[in-house]
Structure formats: C-alpha cells, structure tokens
C-alpha cells in the first residue's frame, strides 16, 4: 500500500512516498532555515508563502523519486496540526485538492504522532506498552502508549520545548539558529561539569518538565560573570564551551531522568525518543543507557528522520487509513490538535474535583 505524506506545519516544506508504513520510496524535504536564520527564529508569514512556492514541485519530485505515477497512491496522508497556521493550511489545502482531483481517499495526521512513528524506519517493530519521549523545537511531551494508536500524556513541559530552549540559549550566547546543533557541536569541546545549572522542581509533585528556570539560569551566569555573548562568526570561547556543554548536560538530565521514573512506575516494553532534540547525541546515550539498565530496547529515528519530514507523517497516515479512518473535504489545519485519547489518572481526578466544585 503506497502512501503519498505531506508535510507543512513549520518550517520545513516535505513530501514522502512509504510503502506498507515501513519503506521509505522517497522522501524530499525543502528547509528554509537559510530563509529564517537573518530573523533568529521562524517568520510565520515568510514561512507560508515558501511553503506555497515549494509544496507543489516537492510533491512532484517525491512521486517522480519514488519511481511511480501518483495513480499509484493509495491514499494522501497530510499533516493537519498542530503548527504554524498558514503553513498548516499549505499542506492541507494542497492534499485536498490533490485528494479531489485523483479520486484518492485522505487522512489528517497529527504532527506529533508523526514523530512518534518516526520510528518505524531502521528499526525492528515498537513492542507495546511504550514510553515516547517527543523532543522538538515546539513539543516536550512523554506518551505512555499502552498499545498502537493509544496515547496518554504522563510529563509535559511546563513552559518552554526542550528544543526551544536550546534555541533560545544558543541566541543568548550568540551561537545563532538553530540552537540545537550548535550547542551540541560546541559542546564537545566543552566542560559538561564546570557548571551545575539548577533542575526544575514541579511543586505539585507530577513528573511534568520545565525548562525556562534553566534559561533564566543561563541568563543569570552570563550576567554575574560578565561573559560576552560570540561575536559573529568567532571562535567560541572555553567559557562559551563549557555553559553549552553544562547546558545540554542539564537538559538531558531533566529529559532522562523523566524517562526513568516513569519507566519505573508504567514497565513499558520500549522505549522511543524522537522530534529534532532526538538528533542530540547526548540525549541519545543516555537514553540508550537507561534502556539498557531496564532491559528494554530504545528506539531513535536516524537524523534525517527526527527533524520534520514526510515520512513520518505517511507512516501515521497509513496506520489511520488501515484502520478506515477518511477526512472529508471539509477538513482544516488545527492548531489545537492534541495527540491524547487516553486521559491520564491525575486528569481524571482534576476533572472530578472540578465537577464537585461546580
Ligand atoms: O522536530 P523539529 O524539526 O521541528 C519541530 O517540530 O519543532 O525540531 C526542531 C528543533 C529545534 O529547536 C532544534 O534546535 C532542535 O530541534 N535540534 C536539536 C538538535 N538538532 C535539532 N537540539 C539539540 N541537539 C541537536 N543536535
Ligand atoms: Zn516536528
């Protein structure tokens, strides 16, 4: 079965051809992180009109990559939400029209479950219960995945995305965008110990993320030693070295060690890491580590795969379209759309005390 994925929800314009769910024929992905880098962040005006100007070539190219005539689609798998609106709707509106002129069935996606199928490439079959850590530039969240298809948010960041953070950081140390790969890079040249940045408590005692305290945190050494930010295409200073590489060490801590007390309360069977913080070798080492002291095998994507793609998105999309699930024409971009259809104990009973206060 051939499924043809399209993705817009941010900054990257892509188009996939999967076979099966499994099998990737093609995957073309068109980044405007040149474009947004001169802002320091995604321009969702700017983003929108590229996505315009590229979805239709990147579609075409992907089916012309995968050597088939898009007849040969089954069906057209399309990222609905969330995201940035107006790229969204790029995404959107082109499978639909794409969906009405071929007589082909069409599914929306959740971007998030799309990572989470990221996956499912270079790597043996996810065995249920899983625990998925979703790391991106706008999504921190841990999914108890009791069996396919089921999701319950256990940890959620209070405040910034992991990778948002690291964006953020980078921009203050004068690293550029994005953050992510910057830091990493200089990380290694860097101190990981020299400075002990502060981990977030969460007062009500539930295993939720936070990571702006550590951004203030880095705001605060910068200040009270009087470090520069780098001066534009410079050499990083030893300093500079240290704070990224003292940095990515506390994120990984917060992440992981999450993983792990949850891993210990829910016994899943795998573990999953994936969004674009899953390029971070860092992250994955100790991820890998933590599956390993449980016994379970850790799943990444391979690095093409864990920033945005369409890939991903066809592989969700094909698990819907066996399943029967078809969106009608009158479907839209949601930028609302959460990825949870299991509620979660502690909700269940802020739900109930909410009922009995009323
Ligand atoms: O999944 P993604 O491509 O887009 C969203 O859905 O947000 O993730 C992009 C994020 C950015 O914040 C970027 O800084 C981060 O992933 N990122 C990394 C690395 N590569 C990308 N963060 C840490 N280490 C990396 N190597
Ligand atoms: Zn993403």
Redesign the pocket.
């Known amino acids: 079965m051939l499924i043809l994925g399209i993705e817009s929800?941010?900054d990257?314009t892509a188009a996939a051809v999967v076979r099966d769910g499994r099998e990737i024929l093609s995957s073309v992905i068109s980044s405007q992180i040149d474009i947004h880098r001169n802002w320091g962040g995604v321009v969702p005006e700017i983003a929108s009109s590229e996505h315009l100007r590229q979805i239709d070539p990147i579609v075409k190219k992907a089916v012309a990559d995968a050597r088939i005539s898009i007849n040969e689609i089954d069906a057209i798998a399309v990222t609905q939400g969330p995201?940035l609106v107006g790229s969204l709707l790029v995404g959107v509106c082109y499978a639909k029209s794409l969906a009405y002129v071929l007589s082909k069935p069409l599914v929306g996606v959740n971007?998030i479950e799309g990572?989470v199928y990221s996956v499912n490439f270079e790597n043996p079959a996810v065995e249920f219960p899983a625990l998925a850590l979703i790391?991106?530039?706008?999504?921190t969240n841990i999914f108890h995945i009791p069996e396919e298809g089921k999701y319950r948010v256990v940890s959620r960041t209070r405040d910034d995305?992991?990778?948002?953070a690291?964006?953020k950081v980078?921009k203050m140390l004068g690293l550029g965008y994005?953050?992510?790969?910057i830091?990493?890079k200089i990380a290694q040249q860097g101190d990981a110990k020299k400075i002990n940045f502060p981990q977030a408590k969460i007062s009500d005692g539930r295993p939720d993320l936070s990571f702006s305290g550590l951004k203030t945190a880095v705001a605060r050494y910068l200040r009270e030693n009087e470090i520069e930010p780098m001066p534009n295409a410079g050499e990083p200073s030893q300093e500079i070295c240290d704070i990224a590489a003292s940095f990515?060490a506390a994120v990984v801590k917060a992440l992981v060690g999450r993983m792990e007390r949850l891993a210990g309360e829910l016994e899943p069977r795998t573990l999953i890491v994936a969004?674009?913080?899953a390029?971070?070798?860092a992250?994955r080492e100790r991820a890998e580590e933590l599956g390993r002291k449980v016994g379970i095998p850790t799943y990444f994507p391979s690095k093409h795969l864990?920033?945005?793609n369409a890939a991903m998105i066809a592989a969700a999309g094909h698990a819907h379209f066996v399943n029967g699930e078809r969106a009608t024409l009158s479907m839209t971009a949601d930028i609302t759309l959460r990825l949870q259809n299991l509620e979660n104990e502690d909700d269940q009973l802020r739900a109930k005390r909410v009922k009995y206060r009323l």
């Open positions: 929800s941010c990257e995201g971007h990572h790391v991106s530039g706008g999504h995305a992991a990778g948002e690291f964006d980078a994005p953050g992510g790969p830091i990493e990515q969004g674009g913080v390029c971070n070798l992250l864990a920033t945005d």
